[in-house]
């Protein structure tokens, strides 16, 4: 069994430097670097059990996107753009000296790589999108624009963990599971209370009353690559006709996990063995 190492990068935003840190699993010198990219709200121990059962095979590196984790806050919150997280992706890739990679991203992780892999001359050989798409619904947008940068302090551990239970519908976990889940997404303020760990400006740029569905199609088009699509079945984010568009894509494969909302948390074997075998195989 692996164990997780922690490392950072120093990148630069349009007002200073700042630092994005990761978790990486298996042998720092092996050529074959899977990155995994979490969701707007979330962080990169989200993957620990992933990596734990793909380190045999893959240097696996779990960023924590700018803004979240243990990665600094930006100083103006209107720098949390896909122009500064790409960037800060291509100085992580610059310092892992790999000449290719493969890309998990779960939602915003998955736009990331996705806008990556449409990037001339990208090193994105094959990429695994976690219930995110050609085309992000408006109504999708809205729910979480209700409490994202929104959400009150709790007194406890336990009731965060409540009403990340409660709204979140990440499939069947274990109470272990739902634990790790909460642990490293909240921090304790002076006064004993728990917050969300990231950075509530991120909420500034998220702008739900754009009035109109994302297209993001030219950029899923112009990706070149195999690429494995996983939906929960009950997603509001990905919609079944969205990833029926997306099979038309040559070299597209498909997953859709049952009794799962946005997104499914590749917690358990038969997601795992579904991503491990589109990436080896």
């Keep these: 069994m692996s164990t997780m190492r922690e490392g950072s990068v120093l990148c630069l935003d349009p007002h200073g430097f700042h630092h994005m840190r990761y978790t990486e699993w298996g042998d720092a010198r092996n050529p074959r670097v899977l990155i995994c990219a979490h969701g707007l709200t979330r962080n990169g121990r989200d993957f620990d059990y992933l990596a734990e059962r793909l380190c045999d095979a893959y240097r696996v590196v779990c960023p924590d996107v700018v803004g979240r984790g243990r990665s600094d806050w930006l100083r103006d919150p209107k720098d949390y753009t896909y122009a500064v997280y790409m960037n800060d992706m291509a100085v992580l890739l610059g310092s892992l000296h790999a000449e290719t990679v493969d890309w998990l991203g ?24 976690n219930d995110v798409g050609s085309v992000i619904p408006k109504a999708a ?141």
Excluded: C
């Design 141 to 281: 947008l809205e729910r979480i624009g209700q409490y994202v940068g929104k959400e009150p302090p709790m007194d406890s551990l336990e009731a965060f963990e409540n009403a990340m239970r409660a709204f979140s519908p990440f499939g069947e976990l274990t109470d272990e599971q739902w634990r790790h889940l909460t642990v490293h997404v909240v921090k304790q303020d002076p006064d004993g209370r728990w917050r969300p760990r990231y950075d509530p400006g991120i909420a500034v740029n998220f702008d739900p009353a754009m009035g109109a569905d994302v297209d993001l199609r030219p950029y899923w088009n112009a990706v070149h690559g195999p690429v494995l699509v996983i939906r929960g079945a009950e997603s509001d984010l990905l919609l079944a006709e969205t990833l029926e568009e997306m099979r038309q894509r040559p070299h597209t494969e498909t997953l859709v996990v049952p009794r799962t909302g946005h997104p499914p948390m590749l917690m358990n074997d038969a997601q795992v063995l579904a991503v491990r075998r589109f990436l080896l195989g």
């Design 106 to 129: 779960t939602s915003m992780g998955g736009i990331i790589g996705m806008l990556l892999a449409a990037t001339s001359g990208s090193p994105l050989r094959k990429l695994v999108l």
